[in-house]
């Protein structure tokens, strides 16, 4: 099974890394959240990555095209011209990266890789700045259940704030940054059959507008409900949190 990975937005809320490389290459814990992203997909047997880059896509590039370099230690033999990789932990992946254009909508971008999904049954789909500990195998299992075309997993984010039970004036509760009761929102994590890219007709469009609309106008769409840890690396203030839950050893995310 194949998994796509949407990695080519200019990610300007946080400019503060993005001035130099793309959102996916921002680091968490010394390595890029694209690599996280892939190393939770490849914990439930998915090795078979594709990557729709854009905006300065060429670093992703790069990055793969260097892995090696990334991850292990190098001996360079100048006089011979020879590079020696010593105990390289090399990841069972085969990586498609795919230039999708700069100003392409997330629609626009599945449909430009929809020639390299010929022959899939159903694929995953996910974001390129976003980590859950949400069950992969378990959403997929739930996809070829209900034989929809669209599996959308749905979160309760946790508020950035306190709430406060009342009773007129007198504060009868606190609960400090409880899930968001709402509602569920759209965490990202896709399961899609592949005549789901037929609802984008135009590179511009966001898949989460008209063609998602469309398709759940035509009772094409069910959600798989999680409710463990999720969170988007939106903002600066989002990658902090994600780096202080790695380096203190507790991110929910790792599962590898």
Known sequence: MKAVILAGGMGTRIAEET????????????????????KLYSHYGINDFIICCGFKGYVIKEYFANYFLHTSDVTFDMTNNK???????????????????????????????AQYLEGEESFCMTYGDGVSDVNIGASIAFHKEHSKLVTITSVQPSSRYGVLGLDGTTVTSFQEKPPDEAGWINGGFFVLSPEAIEAVTDDSQMFEREPLETLVSQGEVCTFHHRGFWQAMDTLRDKMQLEELWSKGSAPWKSW
Do not use: N
């Open 83 to 113: 590079m020696t990789v010593h105990g390289s932990a090399a990841e069972p992946w085969r990586v498609t990266l795919v230039d999708t254009g700069d100003t392409s909508g997330t629609g626009g971008r599945l449909r430009r890789v």
């Open 19 to 38: 001035s130099v490389r793309p959102k996916p290459m921002v680091e968490v814990g010394g390595r890029p959240i694209l690599w996280h992203i892939l």
